[in-house]
């Protein structure tokens, strides 16, 4: 039992180590900030999710599993956060995805300040409905 | 074992400052620091193990909230010019 244990620790820990390094060298090689985020995602989850399985494998049940889970879950959550947060930043900084021609960047990924004339229409909207309603509810209470 | 896997997370972590000096914009950096963090945290963890002591995983854990906090900081402070303003003050403002 002992064996099979390390040896699946082994495992995952060395494929967990090739996919770190090969998440490094496409961060070094691609020619994109966007297939860059895709790199620096694969060793994200692939390279520390495997690795830190792999040491689960090696620490048993306890208190060190439960430390080891704790870090793994929020590597899932914070990961894919902070690599949106990067991309809508890039793209709301006007730098494209080197593929991309003709790219309409989404009104989603516009920052407010930033872009005035989305901002003053959406405003706009915004602020008729807040009257009609308060007018609505003039109404109702006279 | 785990010496093989830290010197594979070692080599990831040069890879990721070599992107970060070699950077062309600020987000190239902003994403190498973001990288080299998560591969600090992977390497307290392993290194842990390695040495015998699993009490590193606390440290790990706390570095890994840090490096999630200050990458998002970062970002705001290089779209914003500030940290602490709201999002209203900066109407119609470009940095």
């Known amino acids: 039992m002992e064996g099979i244990l390390d040896l699946l620790s082994w495992v995952f820990l060395l494929s967990g180590s090739f996919f770190a390094v090969v998440g490094g060298v496409g961060v070094i090689r691609m020619p994109d900030l966007f297939t860059r985020l895709h790199c620096a995602g694969v060793t994200d989850t692939m390279g520390a999710g495997l690795i830190l399985v792999g040491l689960m494998f090696q620490a048993g049940l306890g208190l060190t599993t439960a430390k080891l889970g704790l870090i793994l879950g929020f590597l899932w959550f914070s990961s894919p956060v902070s690599t949106y947060a990067l991309a809508r930043a890039t793209l709301a900084s006007g730098q494209e995805p080197f593929w991309a021609e003709d790219l309409e960047i989404p009104e989603t990924a516009r920052i407010p300040g930033r872009d005035t004339g989305y901002q003053e229409t959406r405003d706009s909207e915004e602020g008729e409905d807040v009257v009609r309603e308060e007018e609505d509810g003039e109404e109702e209470m006279g | ?95």
């Open chain 2, 1 to 95: 074992m785990f010496i093989a896997a830290s010197f594979a997370i070692l080599i990831t972590m040069g890879l990721a400052m070599v992107r970060g000096l070699l950077g062309p914009t600020v987000y190239d950096r902003v994403l190498a620091m973001n990288m080299f963090g998560t591969k600090t945290v992977l390497i307290i963890a392993v290194l842990g193990f390695l040495v015998g002591r699993p009490d590193f995983l606390d440290l790990a854990l706390l570095y890994a909230l840090i490096n999630f906090v200050g990458t998002l900081a970062v970002l705001k402070f290089f779209e914003y010019g500030d940290l602490g303003r709201r999002l209203d003050s900066m109407e119609g403002e470009r940095r």
